[in-house]
């Protein structure tokens, strides 16, 4: 079992930046893809960004990248996600997940075994 928790979210200004983390507890933390979704008011859970377990490989929605870095520590069981130039429109929970036994950072609500409750990002323009 894996639990996960996020933290750093909060209310900011557009153009800023901001890092959430999601500390991982429990087994075999190491072996786990771990994504990032979020969730708008009114809208689907949509994919963020996710990374392989050895951070071989990460994925980015399109719509996101170049402005979102997803990255992990294995040694502190803790996965980031930077967001630079933020935008009314990423004002959403933001829930971190895991998935394992995969080889490739997946995007897909099913490849996810594990999730947080999330975290509150809301940005003011």
């Known amino acids: 079992q894996v639990q996960l928790v996020e933290s750093g979210g909060g209310l900011v200004q557009a153009g800023t930046s901001l890092r959430l983390s999601c500390a991982a507890s429990?087994?075999?933390?190491?072996?786990?893809?771990m994504g990032w979704f979020r969730q708008a008011p009114g809208k689907e859970r949509e994919f963020v960004a996710s990374i392989t377990w050895n951070s071989n490989s990460a994925r980015y929605a399109n719509s996101l990248k170049g402005r979102f870095t997803i990255s992990r520590d294995n040694a502190k069981n803790t996965v980031y996600l930077q967001m630079n130039s933020l935008k009314p429109e990423d004002t959403a929970v933001y829930a971190c997940?895991?998935?394992?036994?995969?080889?490739?950072?997946?995007?897909?609500?099913?490849?996810?075994?594990?999730w947080g409750q999330g975290t509150q990002v809301t940005v003011s323009s």
């Open positions: 997940a895991a998935g394992g036994g995969l080889n490739y950072p997946p995007a897909g609500l099913s490849e996810y075994e594990y």
């Open positions: 429990g087994r075999s933390f190491n072996g786990y893809a």
